[in-house]
């Protein structure tokens, strides 16, 4: 094998990651969601969604709508949440005079424009999301939380994911065999 | 070693489109089924709803700082027919009863959901149910919401084996006004 040959295996490769990486990024800017393609990873939605199911999100919408099933970040927690709409109020935030504390971190809202606060429920858990807020918050907010609605749905496909993630031996043993088949791959 | 991994290739690549097109075909024809059997206009009958304001003071009711929270709670009937949202890729129904109602000036609008179930099997899906109490204690975002009117509706979602997934609402509806506090001296008038 000369330099050549390995230089245009690397070319390939490099061209691989970008076009994934060209699609991900476009993906995000037609559905409008910073993260348009999101693995269940947790139980809380069970019978609909279980552990490795692949959901696809929209956030082109103005608002979302009662019973819809949403994504949605929590401030100071990584992990998102997929669990469904039961409560939205549209609310007209009042100006406020009172000057803002410089610490505070709450974004600030436009005076005037109609916010939806929503209250969040997982389908297999007893209870609503009140616990899972950040301290001091009893509702989400539509602009400032939400990631998207799921609209589409693969079952399953998505457990590579969770063993790459939580199960070390398995991603060394696929990132092995990736290497292994570089090497051996011949034009 | 090197044809079997191509061959390898070639198999699962061939497994791989085999998946798409018949996840696309499962998905496509339940879609065309389910616009036969015009599942946006089945109906449903709210009846007989009885609602009970009552005051909270803790958390877990929308209660801050030990301030009284209205909390509202139902009981209905429902009669309802669901059973033309089930097909080979239908894996579960949610269905869910709302009240949407008007607050003050700056909150222009409120939906809020009273009762839902979770469907899986065709025959659980003729619902006929008396004197149901709601799921969950109702409050506002507001403290009080008593004398407010709401309408209520059935609504449903639909969650595929494979595919999109599908909301929509039952034919009929139930206007309802929100009582006074139970218990409370103005409540008499």
């Known amino acids: 094998m000369n330099l050549r040959q390995q230089l245009i295996q690397g070319l390939n490769i490099a061209m691989v990651v970008c076009s994934a990486f060209m699609f991900w990024k476009g993906l995000a800017l037609v559905t409008g969601s910073s993260s348009p393609i999101v693995v269940v990873l947790s139980g809380s939605m069970e019978p609909a969604f279980q552990r490795g199911d692949i959901l696809f999100l929209w956030n082109r919408n103005q608002y979302v709508d009662v019973g819809d099933i949403v994504v949605y970040n929590i401030k100071e927690k990584e992990i998102p949440i997929v669990h469904r709409v039961m409560r939205e109020h549209k609310v007209i935030p009042e100006v406020k005079t009172k000057k803002r504390s410089a610490r505070s971190k709450k974004p600030v809202h436009e005076p005037g424009k109609v916010r939806q606060l929503l209250l969040t429920k997982g389908d297999n858990n007893p209870t609503d999301d009140l616990p899972l807020y950040a301290y001091g918050q009893t509702y989400l907010d539509r602009e400032d939380d939400i990631v998207g609605k799921v609209m589409g749905y693969i079952p399953k496909l998505g457990y590579v994911t969770i063993l790459i993630t939580e199960n070390v031996y398995f991603k060394y043993a696929l990132l092995g065999l990736l290497g292994l088949s570089t090497l051996l791959q011949k034009e | ?189």
């Open chain 2, 1 to 189: 070693m090197f044809s079997a991994l191509q061959r390898f290739q070639g198999i699962s690549s061939n497994v791989i489109t085999a998946a798409i097109w018949i996840s696309l075909f499962v998905a496509l024809s339940s879609y065309a089924q389910l616009y036969l059997n015009e599942f946006r206009s089945l109906p449903a009958v709210i009846d007989h709803v009885k609602a009970v304001t009552t005051l909270k003071y803790s958390r877990g009711f929308g209660s801050r700082n030990r301030e009284p929270k209205e909390n509202s709670r139902i009981a209905f009937d429902l009669t309802a027919d669901i059973s033309d949202l089930f097909n080979w890729n239908t894996k579960q129904v949610f269905v869910y009863l709302t009240a949407e109602y008007e607050g003050q000036p700056s909150i222009p609008a409120n939906k809020v959901t009273f009762w839902n179930k979770i469907i899986t099997k065709k025959e659980d899906a003729v619902l006929n149910l008396q004197k149901e109490r709601s799921s969950f204690s109702v409050w506002d975002v507001e403290d009080s919401f008593r004398q407010r009117n709401a309408s209520l509706k059935l609504e449903w979602n639909i969650q595929p084996h494979v595919g999109l997934l599908l909301w929509g609402e039952n034919k009929g509806s139930y206007e309802l006004t929100f009582p006074e506090v139970k218990g409370s001296s103005s409540a008499s008038t």
